[in-house]
């Protein structure tokens, strides 16, 4: 049963391949990375959240509108696909604290969105570990490659808490993303990883809205 709906707007995915060895180390045990070309992949996801709600309910004054980032990877569970969440950092302190209960890594963290014409810029900062990531792009042409798909069609999340993996589901319309032409001005992102994929250009896509409904979180295994 689905327990929330929420309408995602200026979606901005930022994807570095990464050395499977690497990345692995930093998910639970239960979880197999899902590789494309020999690649794992990281992705920074920034996006805005408006009409946040529970089923049922209308949209709450102070909690309905706000700004997310969210790091992830991209793994495999019992032939399912989906994703790894190693944060979701967002702009409403009520929204943290309310959805960390899910047992989801939720942060409170600062972040800015503008926009000039076709000229868009994201910056956010997570001071707890001094995380920053300043990204300005511009939007292109559709796009829907095999890559495409494989990295943004996922309706599969896990977390773990203590010694229980969770599984979350949403459900929405397929993705119509276009190529974005970004920059990277400063990235410190995953401080947990070594290496030096913090200093490269990442291959990035937009996508201007998306309704999405997540489901009740579902424990598979304790």
């Not at 990375?33 to 992705?43: G, R, T």
């Not at 890594?105 to 014409?117: E, F, H, N, T, V």
């Amino acid at each position: 049963m689905w327990m929330m709906t929420q309408t995602w707007q200026d979606v901005l995915f930022l994807h570095w391949p990464i050395d499977p060895k690497e990345l692995e180390k930093h998910l639970p045990e239960e979880l197999k990375l899902d590789l494309f070309e020999q690649n794992a992949w990281l992705s920074a996801v920034l996006f805005k959240v408006h009409r946040h709600r529970l089923r049922f309910l209308p949209t709450i004054p102070g909690m309905n509108i706000y700004l997310q980032l969210n790091v992830r990877t991209y793994v495999e569970y019992n032939g399912m696909k989906g994703i790894y969440f190693f944060h979701l950092d967002v702009t409403n302190y009520f929204v943290s604290k309310i959805t960390a209960l899910g047992s989801l890594p939720y942060r409170y963290s600062k972040i800015l969105a503008k926009q000039r014409k076709n000229h868009f810029s994201y910056t956010s900062h997570y001071k707890a570990c001094d995380e920053r990531l300043r990204v300005t792009y511009t939007i292109e042409d559709h796009t829907n490659t095999n890559f495409d798909q494989w990295i943004v069609e996922r309706y599969h999340s896990w977390a773990k808490w203590k010694d229980t993996l969770f599984r979350i589901d949403i459900h929405h319309s397929p993705w119509e993303i276009q190529r974005a032409s970004a920059t990277i001005h400063s990235n410190t992102l995953a401080s947990f990883m070594k290496g030096n994929f913090q200093g490269t250009q990442p291959i990035a896509h937009f996508a201007k809205n998306k309704v999405a409904k997540v489901f009740l979180p579902v424990v598979e295994r304790k």
